[in-house]
């Protein structure tokens, strides 16, 4: 973490396990707190094991040093940046994306849209899945 800060890198998040850091190449880099990694380590294993939702999960890409560093691309907000709110043409494809993990599912916040969701590749997809299924 200091390294980043070392580097001008930008803290875009943070949580009770994580933070994370805009790598300014199109990626975010989620650093995790504790030396086990349980977070980053629980997501990467959430995204090779949920292949029925993987399309709605953005995507790791690798993990690096010992698995405290997880890299995602960089989602895109849903809402419009000088109002906040979310955008209109979004929201259907998102409400739908999130009954997809439904009861019995991932807990997500109901309609919290950020920051656990956000937009990549032309859909919506979760950003934070590090959570055992209910």
Same mark, same amino acid.
């Given at each position: ?8 890198v930008t803290e875009i ?25 349980? #977070? ?7 995204? *090779? &094991?949920?292949?029925?939702?993987? !399309? ?5 890409? %690798?993990?690096? #040093? ?7 691309? *960089? &989602?895109?907000?849903?809402?419009? !940046?000088?109002?906040g709110k979310p955008v %209109? ?46």
């Open positions: 973490i200091a390294r980043f800060a070392e580097l001008g998040a943070s949580g009770s396990q994580r933070i994370v850091f805009d790598l300014g190449d199109g990626t975010v880099g989620k650093v995790d707190y504790l030396p086990d990694a349980s #977070a980053n380590r629980l997501e990467a294993k959430n995204y *090779k &094991a949920w292949k029925a939702v993987q !399309p709605l999960l953005c995507p790791v890409l %690798k993990m690096l #040093a010992h698995d405290r560093l997880l890299i995602m691309p *960089k &989602a895109e907000s849903i809402t419009h !940046p000088a109002s %209109k043409s979004r929201v259907k494809k998102m409400e739908s994306a999130m009954r997809t993990f439904g009861p019995g599912g991932v807990y997500l916040y109901d309609y919290d849209f950020e920051p656990n969701w956000g937009w990549y590749d032309g859909a919506p997809v979760l950003l934070d899945y590090a959570q055992d299924p209910e």
